[in-house]
Protein backbone atom coordinates (compact mmCIF):
# COMPACT_ATOMS: atom_id res chain seq x y z
CA UNK A 1 0.00 0.00 0.00
CA UNK A 2 1.80 3.53 -0.88
CA UNK A 3 1.21 5.88 0.89
CA UNK A 4 1.58 10.11 0.64
CA UNK A 5 4.76 11.87 1.36
CA UNK A 6 5.01 14.19 4.09
CA UNK A 7 6.27 17.27 3.26
CA UNK A 8 9.64 16.71 4.57
CA UNK A 9 9.45 13.49 2.53
CA UNK A 10 8.16 10.77 5.15
CA UNK A 11 5.23 8.78 4.12
CA UNK A 12 2.91 8.74 6.50
CA UNK A 13 1.68 5.18 8.95
CA UNK A 14 0.01 2.77 6.51
CA UNK A 15 -1.25 -0.10 7.32
CA UNK A 16 1.47 -3.26 7.55
CA UNK A 17 1.13 -6.34 5.07
CA UNK A 18 0.39 -9.64 6.85
CA UNK A 19 -1.11 -11.69 4.01
CA UNK A 20 2.05 -13.69 3.26
CA UNK A 21 3.36 -14.14 6.59
CA UNK A 22 0.18 -15.32 8.61
CA UNK A 23 -0.92 -16.96 5.46
CA UNK A 24 -3.50 -20.23 6.85
CA UNK A 25 -3.63 -18.94 10.14
CA UNK A 26 -7.39 -19.70 11.39
CA UNK A 27 -9.45 -19.73 14.47
CA UNK A 28 -8.30 -22.78 15.26
CA UNK A 29 -4.61 -22.23 15.28
CA UNK A 30 -3.17 -23.50 19.13
CA UNK A 31 -1.75 -21.67 21.21
CA UNK A 32 1.74 -23.66 20.88
CA UNK A 33 1.77 -22.18 17.17
CA UNK A 34 1.38 -18.25 17.98
CA UNK A 35 5.11 -18.16 19.03
CA UNK A 36 6.37 -18.32 15.87
CA UNK A 37 3.32 -16.78 13.94
CA UNK A 38 3.80 -13.87 16.12
CA UNK A 39 7.75 -14.07 14.84
CA UNK A 40 6.99 -13.79 11.64
CA UNK A 41 4.36 -11.20 11.50
CA UNK A 42 6.84 -8.89 14.27
CA UNK A 43 9.78 -9.71 11.21
CA UNK A 44 7.02 -8.14 8.52
CA UNK A 45 6.30 -5.45 10.39
CA UNK A 46 10.47 -4.55 10.91
CA UNK A 47 10.92 -4.52 7.45
CA UNK A 48 7.98 -2.75 6.70
CA UNK A 49 8.54 -0.23 9.34
CA UNK A 50 12.82 0.41 8.05
CA UNK A 51 11.10 0.98 4.60
CA UNK A 52 8.81 3.89 5.96
CA UNK A 53 11.15 5.20 7.97
CA UNK A 54 14.83 4.55 6.42
CA UNK A 55 15.06 8.59 5.10
CA UNK A 56 15.18 9.90 8.24
CA UNK A 57 18.72 9.51 9.31
CA UNK A 58 21.33 7.02 9.44
CA UNK A 59 21.88 6.93 13.25
CA UNK A 60 18.11 6.79 12.93
CA UNK A 61 18.33 3.33 11.21
CA UNK A 62 21.18 2.12 13.75
CA UNK A 63 18.43 2.47 16.46
CA UNK A 64 15.51 0.73 14.75
CA UNK A 65 18.01 -2.23 14.08
CA UNK A 66 19.55 -2.35 17.70
CA UNK A 67 15.30 -2.71 18.21
CA UNK A 68 14.59 -5.41 16.02
CA UNK A 69 17.70 -7.27 17.18
CA UNK A 70 16.37 -6.92 20.85
CA UNK A 71 12.69 -7.90 20.00
CA UNK A 72 13.62 -10.28 17.40
CA UNK A 73 16.66 -11.86 19.54
CA UNK A 74 14.22 -14.08 21.93
CA UNK A 75 11.35 -14.26 24.40
CA UNK A 76 8.33 -16.66 25.13
CA UNK A 77 5.61 -14.55 23.43
CA UNK A 78 3.79 -15.29 26.27
CA UNK A 79 1.13 -11.79 26.04
CA UNK A 80 0.26 -12.41 22.62
CA UNK A 81 -0.73 -16.22 23.03
CA UNK A 82 -2.49 -15.53 26.35
CA UNK A 83 -4.33 -12.72 24.06
CA UNK A 84 -4.96 -14.90 21.18
CA UNK A 85 -6.45 -17.64 23.88
CA UNK A 86 -8.64 -14.55 25.53
CA UNK A 87 -9.92 -14.00 21.74
CA UNK A 88 -10.66 -17.64 21.30
CA UNK A 89 -12.52 -17.59 24.90
CA UNK A 90 -14.33 -14.74 24.27
CA UNK A 91 -15.69 -16.06 21.00
CA UNK A 92 -17.65 -18.44 22.51
CA UNK A 93 -19.00 -15.87 25.38
CA UNK A 94 -20.73 -14.53 22.60
CA UNK A 95 -20.89 -10.55 21.60
CA UNK A 96 -21.87 -8.48 24.73
CA UNK A 97 -22.92 -5.77 22.51
CA UNK A 98 -24.30 -7.68 19.59
CA UNK A 99 -21.69 -6.76 17.03
CA UNK A 100 -20.38 -9.52 14.89
CA UNK A 101 -16.26 -10.15 14.71
CA UNK A 102 -16.98 -13.23 12.46
CA UNK A 103 -15.89 -11.26 9.02
CA UNK A 104 -12.45 -10.01 11.15
CA UNK A 105 -9.67 -11.90 9.43
CA UNK A 106 -7.81 -14.10 12.39
CA UNK A 107 -4.43 -13.75 10.37
CA UNK A 108 -5.30 -9.48 11.17
CA UNK A 109 -6.42 -9.97 14.83
CA UNK A 110 -3.11 -11.98 15.51
CA UNK A 111 -1.49 -9.25 13.92
CA UNK A 112 -3.33 -6.86 15.96
CA UNK A 113 -2.16 -9.01 19.02
CA UNK A 114 1.17 -9.12 18.09
CA UNK A 115 1.29 -5.35 18.97
CA UNK A 116 1.80 -6.59 22.79
CA UNK A 117 5.11 -7.79 22.39
CA UNK A 118 6.51 -4.19 21.52
CA UNK A 119 5.07 -3.14 24.79
CA UNK A 120 7.12 -5.97 26.31
CA UNK A 121 10.07 -4.19 24.52
CA UNK A 122 9.95 -1.26 25.79
CA UNK A 123 9.08 -2.58 29.48
CA UNK A 124 12.31 -4.70 29.68
CA UNK A 125 14.62 -2.32 27.85
CA UNK A 126 13.63 0.35 30.45
CA UNK A 127 13.71 -2.30 33.39
CA UNK A 128 17.35 -3.15 32.39
CA UNK A 129 18.59 -0.13 32.48
CA UNK A 130 16.82 0.85 35.95
CA UNK A 131 18.45 -2.11 37.12
CA UNK A 132 21.93 -1.56 35.59
CA UNK A 133 21.35 -5.02 33.84
CA UNK A 134 24.40 -6.50 32.05
CA UNK A 135 22.36 -8.83 30.25
CA UNK A 136 19.07 -10.35 29.20
CA UNK A 137 18.89 -13.43 26.95
CA UNK A 138 22.15 -14.49 27.52
CA UNK A 139 22.64 -11.31 24.99
CA UNK A 140 24.07 -7.61 26.01
CA UNK A 141 21.39 -4.93 27.15
CA UNK A 142 20.00 -2.46 25.26
CA UNK A 143 21.84 0.08 26.57
CA UNK A 144 25.18 -1.97 26.46
CA UNK A 145 24.55 -2.55 23.22
CA UNK A 146 24.37 1.78 22.15
CA UNK A 147 27.43 1.86 24.95
CA UNK A 148 29.39 -0.36 23.06
CA UNK A 149 28.62 1.53 19.47
CA UNK A 150 29.80 4.91 21.24
CA UNK A 151 32.81 2.82 22.43
CA UNK A 152 33.57 1.13 19.21
CA UNK A 153 32.94 4.60 16.99
CA UNK A 154 35.45 6.41 19.16
CA UNK A 155 32.95 9.33 19.78
CA UNK A 156 32.58 12.64 22.23
CA UNK A 157 31.44 11.71 25.09
CA UNK A 158 30.01 9.45 27.35
CA UNK A 159 29.75 5.71 26.42
CA UNK A 160 27.85 5.31 29.10
CA UNK A 161 25.11 8.13 29.64
CA UNK A 162 25.15 7.64 25.16
CA UNK A 163 23.81 3.93 25.77
CA UNK A 164 20.92 5.01 28.45
CA UNK A 165 19.98 8.25 26.49
CA UNK A 166 19.07 6.05 23.23
CA UNK A 167 17.88 2.89 25.15
CA UNK A 168 15.27 5.15 26.66
CA UNK A 169 14.42 6.48 23.17
CA UNK A 170 14.31 2.81 21.77
CA UNK A 171 11.67 1.75 24.71
CA UNK A 172 9.73 4.61 23.78
CA UNK A 173 9.93 4.25 20.26
CA UNK A 174 8.62 0.21 20.80
CA UNK A 175 5.65 1.92 22.95
CA UNK A 176 4.73 4.03 20.14
CA UNK A 177 4.70 1.25 17.63
CA UNK A 178 2.65 -0.59 19.67
CA UNK A 179 -0.03 1.60 19.57
CA UNK A 180 0.47 1.89 15.35
CA UNK A 181 0.24 -1.68 15.19
CA UNK A 182 -3.04 -2.30 16.97
CA UNK A 183 -4.32 0.27 15.08
CA UNK A 184 -3.20 -0.32 11.74
CA UNK A 185 -3.28 -4.23 11.65
CA UNK A 186 -6.94 -3.55 9.94
CA UNK A 187 -9.68 -3.93 12.38
CA UNK A 188 -12.31 -2.03 12.07
CA UNK A 189 -12.19 1.08 14.00
CA UNK A 190 -15.42 -0.09 16.45
CA UNK A 191 -13.09 -2.96 17.59
CA UNK A 192 -10.11 -1.42 18.58
CA UNK A 193 -12.05 0.99 20.05
CA UNK A 194 -13.44 -2.32 22.32
CA UNK A 195 -9.70 -3.15 23.33
CA UNK A 196 -8.58 0.43 24.48
CA UNK A 197 -10.05 0.01 28.20
CA UNK A 198 -8.14 -3.01 29.00
CA UNK A 199 -4.93 -1.43 26.71
CA UNK A 200 -4.60 1.31 28.44
CA UNK A 201 -4.81 0.14 31.77
CA UNK A 202 -2.61 -2.39 31.21
CA UNK A 203 -0.21 0.40 30.26
CA UNK A 204 -0.90 2.42 33.51
CA UNK A 205 -0.55 -0.71 35.55
CA UNK A 206 2.85 -1.90 34.81
CA UNK A 207 4.79 1.63 35.18
CA UNK A 208 2.39 1.74 38.46
CA UNK A 209 3.84 -1.87 39.71
CA UNK A 210 7.51 -0.78 37.95
CA UNK A 211 7.39 2.39 40.10
CA UNK A 212 6.31 0.73 42.86
CA UNK A 213 8.94 -1.74 42.79
CA UNK A 214 11.59 0.83 42.87
CA UNK A 215 10.40 2.69 45.77
CA UNK A 216 10.46 -0.92 47.54
CA UNK A 217 13.82 -1.12 46.82
CA UNK A 218 14.38 2.48 47.99
CA UNK A 219 12.29 2.56 51.32
CA UNK A 220 13.59 -0.89 52.56
CA UNK A 221 9.66 -2.26 52.78
CA UNK A 222 10.32 -5.90 53.87
CA UNK A 223 6.06 -6.55 53.90
CA UNK A 224 5.36 -9.11 51.93
CA UNK A 225 2.16 -7.66 51.14
CA UNK A 226 3.56 -4.54 49.19
CA UNK A 227 5.67 -7.62 46.90
CA UNK A 228 2.43 -8.58 46.09
CA UNK A 229 1.50 -5.71 45.21
CA UNK A 230 4.77 -4.84 42.58
CA UNK A 231 3.65 -8.72 41.13
CA UNK A 232 -0.03 -8.19 40.47
CA UNK A 233 0.37 -4.96 38.87
CA UNK A 234 3.88 -5.57 36.90
CA UNK A 235 3.63 -8.84 36.09
CA UNK A 236 0.15 -10.79 37.04
CA UNK A 237 -2.19 -7.95 34.93
CA UNK A 238 0.34 -6.86 32.63
CA UNK A 239 2.00 -10.61 31.72
CA UNK A 240 -1.30 -12.87 31.40
CA UNK A 241 -4.40 -11.23 32.92
CA UNK A 242 -5.16 -8.27 31.22
CA UNK A 243 -4.06 -9.94 27.52
CA UNK A 244 -6.43 -12.32 28.15
CA UNK A 245 -8.58 -9.39 28.81
CA UNK A 246 -7.77 -7.85 25.69
CA UNK A 247 -8.15 -10.74 23.51
CA UNK A 248 -11.88 -11.25 25.66
CA UNK A 249 -12.55 -7.44 24.09
CA UNK A 250 -11.08 -8.08 20.74
CA UNK A 251 -13.66 -10.73 20.76
CA UNK A 252 -16.38 -8.99 22.21
CA UNK A 253 -17.16 -11.12 24.76
CA UNK A 254 -19.36 -10.82 27.75
CA UNK A 255 -18.97 -9.72 31.23
CA UNK A 256 -18.76 -13.42 32.35
CA UNK A 257 -16.13 -14.65 30.51
CA UNK A 258 -13.82 -11.57 30.56
CA UNK A 259 -14.20 -12.29 34.93
CA UNK A 260 -13.36 -15.50 34.32
CA UNK A 261 -9.88 -14.75 32.56
CA UNK A 262 -8.93 -11.68 34.27
CA UNK A 263 -9.02 -14.40 37.35
CA UNK A 264 -7.39 -17.28 35.91
CA UNK A 265 -5.09 -14.38 34.74
CA UNK A 266 -4.33 -13.15 37.66
CA UNK A 267 -3.55 -16.45 39.56
CA UNK A 268 -1.74 -17.38 36.51
CA UNK A 269 0.41 -14.29 36.50
CA UNK A 270 1.00 -14.47 40.21
CA UNK A 271 2.49 -17.56 39.79
CA UNK A 272 4.32 -16.97 36.69
CA UNK A 273 6.36 -13.85 38.44
CA UNK A 274 6.87 -16.01 41.69
CA UNK A 275 8.63 -18.57 39.83
CA UNK A 276 10.79 -15.47 38.09
CA UNK A 277 11.73 -14.79 41.40
CA UNK A 278 12.81 -18.09 42.46
CA UNK A 279 14.95 -18.42 39.13
CA UNK A 280 16.54 -14.94 39.48
CA UNK A 281 18.05 -16.74 43.05
CA UNK A 282 18.22 -20.24 42.27
CA UNK A 283 18.10 -20.19 38.43
CA UNK A 284 20.94 -21.73 35.81
CA UNK A 285 22.29 -18.54 34.31
CA UNK A 286 22.74 -21.13 30.96
CA UNK A 287 19.55 -21.86 30.76
CA UNK A 288 17.81 -18.56 32.25
CA UNK A 289 19.85 -15.98 30.20
CA UNK A 290 20.35 -14.12 33.55
CA UNK A 291 23.23 -13.96 36.12
CA UNK A 292 22.06 -15.64 38.90
CA UNK A 293 22.00 -13.86 42.28
CA UNK A 294 20.92 -10.26 40.55
CA UNK A 295 18.07 -9.28 43.05
CA UNK A 296 20.24 -9.98 45.82
CA UNK A 297 22.76 -8.03 44.49
CA UNK A 298 20.83 -5.15 43.83
CA UNK A 299 18.72 -5.47 46.84
CA UNK A 300 15.05 -6.22 44.72
CA UNK A 301 12.34 -6.70 47.65
CA UNK A 302 11.02 -9.88 46.08
CA UNK A 303 7.87 -12.23 47.73
CA UNK A 304 10.93 -14.65 48.20
CA UNK A 305 12.93 -12.30 49.83
CA UNK A 306 10.34 -10.88 51.94
CA UNK A 307 9.39 -14.05 52.74
CA UNK A 308 12.93 -14.67 54.23
CA UNK A 309 13.05 -11.97 56.07
CA UNK A 310 10.08 -12.75 57.60
CA UNK A 311 10.96 -16.16 58.69
CA UNK A 312 14.67 -15.54 59.15
CA UNK A 313 16.46 -17.12 62.70
CA UNK A 314 17.85 -13.44 63.92
CA UNK A 315 21.59 -14.72 63.22
CA UNK A 316 20.36 -15.28 59.68
CA UNK A 317 18.39 -12.18 59.39
CA UNK A 318 21.78 -10.18 60.48
CA UNK A 319 23.70 -12.04 57.77
CA UNK A 320 21.45 -11.54 55.08
CA UNK A 321 21.20 -7.98 56.05
CA UNK A 322 24.43 -7.50 55.27
CA UNK A 323 25.33 -8.84 52.51
CA UNK A 324 21.58 -7.92 50.69
CA UNK A 325 21.80 -4.95 48.39
CA UNK A 326 24.65 -2.87 47.05
CA UNK A 327 27.61 -2.92 49.48
CA UNK A 328 29.46 -0.11 50.65
CA UNK A 329 31.86 1.48 48.20
CA UNK A 330 30.10 0.18 45.37
CA UNK A 331 32.01 -3.13 46.14
CA UNK A 332 31.20 -6.68 44.35
CA UNK A 333 29.53 -9.24 45.97
CA UNK A 334 31.49 -12.33 46.09
CA UNK A 335 30.31 -15.83 45.14
CA UNK A 336 30.18 -16.64 48.99
CA UNK A 337 28.55 -14.12 49.95
CA UNK A 338 26.06 -15.22 46.66
CA UNK A 339 25.91 -18.37 47.82
CA UNK A 340 25.30 -17.19 51.54
CA UNK A 341 22.41 -15.61 50.90
CA UNK A 342 20.43 -18.34 48.73
CA UNK A 343 21.62 -20.85 51.68
CA UNK A 344 20.19 -19.14 54.16
CA UNK A 345 16.73 -18.44 52.19
CA UNK A 346 16.87 -22.39 51.62
CA UNK A 347 17.19 -23.12 55.21
CA UNK A 348 14.81 -20.14 56.52
CA UNK A 349 11.92 -22.10 54.37
CA UNK A 350 11.38 -19.11 52.61
CA UNK A 351 12.20 -21.08 49.61
CA UNK A 352 9.64 -23.91 50.20
CA UNK A 353 6.67 -21.63 51.09
CA UNK A 354 7.28 -20.21 47.66
CA UNK A 355 7.07 -23.09 45.79
CA UNK A 356 4.50 -24.39 47.87
CA UNK A 357 2.04 -21.11 47.00
CA UNK A 358 3.22 -21.66 43.20
CA UNK A 359 1.66 -24.68 42.81
CA UNK A 360 -1.04 -23.67 44.81
CA UNK A 361 -1.94 -20.54 42.61
CA UNK A 362 -1.39 -22.93 39.20
CA UNK A 363 -4.21 -25.33 40.53
CA UNK A 364 -6.47 -22.94 41.76
CA UNK A 365 -6.39 -21.26 37.92
CA UNK A 366 -6.31 -24.84 36.86
CA UNK A 367 -9.40 -25.83 38.84
CA UNK A 368 -11.18 -22.56 37.71
CA UNK A 369 -11.24 -23.06 33.78
CA UNK A 370 -11.60 -26.87 33.83
CA UNK A 371 -14.66 -26.38 36.38
CA UNK A 372 -15.86 -23.26 33.44
CA UNK A 373 -18.30 -23.64 30.58
CA UNK A 374 -15.21 -22.66 28.27
CA UNK A 375 -15.08 -25.49 25.47
CA UNK A 376 -12.61 -28.36 25.97
CA UNK A 377 -9.66 -27.28 23.93
CA UNK A 378 -9.49 -23.81 24.92
CA UNK A 379 -9.54 -24.86 28.97
CA UNK A 380 -7.00 -27.60 28.00
CA UNK A 381 -4.80 -25.07 26.53
CA UNK A 382 -5.43 -22.96 29.36
CA UNK A 383 -4.61 -25.26 31.71
CA UNK A 384 -1.33 -26.70 29.80
CA UNK A 385 0.07 -23.45 29.88
CA UNK A 386 -0.61 -22.49 33.48
CA UNK A 387 1.75 -25.45 34.15
CA UNK A 388 4.23 -24.53 31.60
CA UNK A 389 4.44 -21.18 33.34
CA UNK A 390 4.49 -22.28 36.96
CA UNK A 391 7.16 -24.87 36.10
CA UNK A 392 9.02 -23.49 34.33
CA UNK A 393 13.15 -23.19 34.61
CA UNK A 394 13.86 -20.73 31.66
Given at each position: MTTP?????????????????????????????????????LD???????????????????????????????G??????????????????????????????????LLALSALEFVQACALIHDDIIDESDTRRG??????????????????????HYGISQAILAGDLALSWADDLLATAGLSPAIVERVRGPWRAMRTEVIAGQQ????????????????????????????????LHIGAALAGADERTIELLLEYGTLVGQAFQLRDDQLGVFGDPAVTGKPSGDDLRTGKRTVLVNTAFAECSPEQLARLREDFGPLPGAAEHTAEQIDGMRQIIQDCGAAQQIEDKINALSERAISLVEDSWLEDSISEELVAFARLLSDRRF
Open positions: SSPHGLSTISQPPVANQLAGWDLCSPLKDVPAAVDRAAYFDHSAAEFSAIAPEFNDAMAVLRGFVMGGKRVRPTFAWAGFRAGLEGGGADGSSIQDVDPATVNPTTHRVFESQHRERDWFGSPELDIALENNGSESIADALQVINFKTASYTVARP
